[in-house]
């Protein structure tokens, strides 16, 4: 295998330069642009807001100096949530005096742009091609024909299931997002090491495998699905690479039986074990593919698992002490996820450009079928339709977590990817025959034309977002209630009006509100009824008081506000805005 001739002429650097500036504004076309008329800054991106928000709130309880894992609207209870990108989010902001709303934008696009151009590096060192740079920010605009084929951006699946394009994911520059890139990054950072080591004819730095395994393993810290989708793509990946470079019969019969022996018994061992061990077993049914490997290299593995087990503890261990303990909240996120399934056929035609790009690696690495990188490339290919497969379809098997999300984030690994090993496709042009060389270029062309058309569906998505716009924080209205209501002035329920979570934002007091897929508050019935849809409640002050709030705001300008005529609320303070006044009430406690 030959490289691509690299020079370094300041021509070439110049071209690497631009190509670079190139990659990153692609980014910032998807995810900055579309809010870059508004004070983006200064305000929340108001994109599908309502889960952004309540994990805005444990960046905001760590920017308060709270550094404790609590429900994080309330500051009460305790939080088993994973929470370290909004930790780090929340420690900028309190080192920094920076909003958390501000804080969250810069340091995502930051995140996302690292990650674009460590791909691209990464590409270029395998191939030489300077085009490997542009290409997995191009990825990020890959569309599902999602226009075509529900009139829409993306494809509703039912109740909050979807189908769209990287863009959709990672325009909330959430924790997932981050994850996702991270989970990228990880994989494409072992292809490349593999396939450079092959060429060079050394073993796997040991330096790499630990440091990959730490990172992976970090990611149950961030993310949930994204650890999952991480462990599993690696386990995948390495079981698929062991049986096809060092191909058995035997071992590949018995990974194959036990795989299929936990898919077909899982619903069964999922109401014994429960779902999280369940996904264990699963992992450990592919050992059999690579025990060789284990067996040979004794002081690597245990290196690597401890490496693994050790970044993952923190929340490994905090959320199976929380199962054995009983927690309600854990014992409530375990139940099945039902409606969150993919539909078939939405799905298969929404991966066409990720199946394109798959083909031209595939017909790449078939003109030398035997070599060690096609092996791999080979590999890569089994790993995701493998993971992909199981994973999106995880609530057949027993395991029951949310299976259209696992699509989407495989999908969206994936095309980071392939754009990242697609000029390794091209490099190799100075081996393979001239029709397989034609071959590759018709495949290319076809992938890039299946790409081009998936495109309009990031046209209709920039123009969602831009409508969306920001969720203002340093309007009239939000400065007012800073004014009005100090941090200190315990549990707040929000004005009729007013998104309690926005008022967490704004002005990083506790509120009497909660995400029940998030984390459950220590009065959760009580906050519960409150917010009961008829929130007959929340003019109770008695009920009020029950729930531990210690302030109500009203404002003038709403229409079905709160209505108090008791000496057991009072109003304590008034704060004008335009176009309207807030009022911030006291509510006197029950004695106990």
């Not at 897929?517 to 029950?546: F, H, M, N, T, Y």
Request: glycine residues 8%; charged residues 10%.
């Amino acid at each position: 295998m030959h490289l691509a001739t690299r020079s370094h002429t300041p021509g070439h650097i110049l071209g690497v330069g631009l190509v670079f500036v190139l990659s990153q504004m692609s980014i910032l076309w998807i995810l900055w642009v579309p809010l870059a008329h508004l004070p983006w800054l200064q305000g929340f991106r108001n994109y599908f807001a309502n889960d952004q928000l309540s994990y805005a709130a444990i960046a905001t309880t760590v920017a308060g100096g709270n550094f404790s894992a609590v429900e994080p609207l309330t500051e009460t209870s305790v939080s088993y949530y994973p929470s370290a990108w909004y930790s780090v989010i929340g420690l900028v902001s309190w080192v920094t005096g920076a909003p958390v709303y501000a804080v969250w934008q810069v340091l995502g696009l930051v995140a996302v742009g690292v990650a674009v151009a460590l791909l691209g590096w990464l590409g270029y060192r395998l191939s030489g091609n300077t085009l490997a740079l542009l290409l997995p920010s191009l990825a990020l605009a890959t569309g599902t024909f999602s226009t075509f084929m529900a009139d829409y951006w993306y494809t509703s699946l039912g109740y909050h299931a979807v189908i769209w394009g990287p863009f959709g994911t990672l325009f909330t520059l959430n924790a997932e997002a981050i994850g996702l890139m991270s989970v990228a990054v990880i994989f494409a950072w072992v292809v490349v090491t593999a396939i450079r080591s092959q060429r060079m004819g050394i073993r796997f730095s040991l330096s790499v495998a630990v440091i990959v395994a730490a990172a992976l393993g970090a990611l149950a810290n961030v993310q949930t699905y994204s650890f999952f989708t991480g462990t599993s793509l690696v386990v995948a990946f390495l079981a698929s690479a062991a049986l096809l470079l060092r191909p058995s019969r035997t071992r590949m019969a018995v990974t194959v039986s036990a795989v299929v022996v936990v898919l077909l018994l899982g619903n069964y061992a999922a109401g014994v074990v429960g779902p999280l061990p369940l996904f264990v077993l699963l992992i450990g049914a592919t050992v059999p593919a690579y025990w060789p490997w284990i067996s040979e290299n004794r002081r690597l593995t245990s290196f690597v698992l401890g490496a693994f087990a050790l970044s993952a503890s923190p929340q490994v261990i905090r959320t199976a002490v929380g199962l054995v303990s009983g927690d309600e909240f854990l014992g409530y996120r375990q139940e099945s996820t039902e409606g969150l399934g993919i539909d078939v056929l939405p799905a298969l035609i929404g991966a066409l450009p990720l199946i394109a790009m798959g083909v031209v690696l595939l017909a790449a690495a078939a003109s030398h079928p035997r070599t060690a990188e096609s092996l791999i490339i080979g590999a890569v290919l089994a790993a995701f339709a493998l993971g992909a497969g199981v994973m999106s379809t995880n609530d057949l098997w027993g395991f029951e977590q949310e299976p259209y999300r696992f699509w989407l984030q495989y999908s969206i690994v994936g095309l980071l990817v392939f754009s990242t090993l697609l000029p390794w496709a091209w490099s190799r042009r100075m081996e393979i025959t001239s029709r397989a060389w034609r071959s590759t270029v018709a495949l290319t062309v076809t992938a890039g034309v299946v790409w081009a058309v998936s495109l309009v569906d990031v046209v209709g998505f920039r123009e969602y977002a831009r409508t969306q716009g920001v969720i203002a924080a340093e309007d009239g209205f939000s400065q007012a209630l800073r004014e009005l209501v100090p941090k200190e002035s315990g549990l707040v329920f929000s004005s009729a009006c007013l998104d309690p979570q926005v008022l967490r934002l704004v002005t990083e007091a506790p509120v009497a509100y909660f995400n029940r897929g998030l984390a459950w508050p220590e009065k959760r019935v009580e906050i519960d009824r409150l917010l009961d849809p008829g929130r007959v409640a929340a003019s109770d002050p008695a009920q009020l008081a029950a729930a531990g709030v210690s302030h109500v705001v009203t404002d003038s300008s709403c229409e079905g506000e709160w209505a108090y005529q008791d000496a057991r609320i009072q109003p304590e303070r008034l704060e004008p805005y335009p176009g309207g006044t807030l009022t911030l009430w006291r509510v006197a406690q029950q004695q106990q």
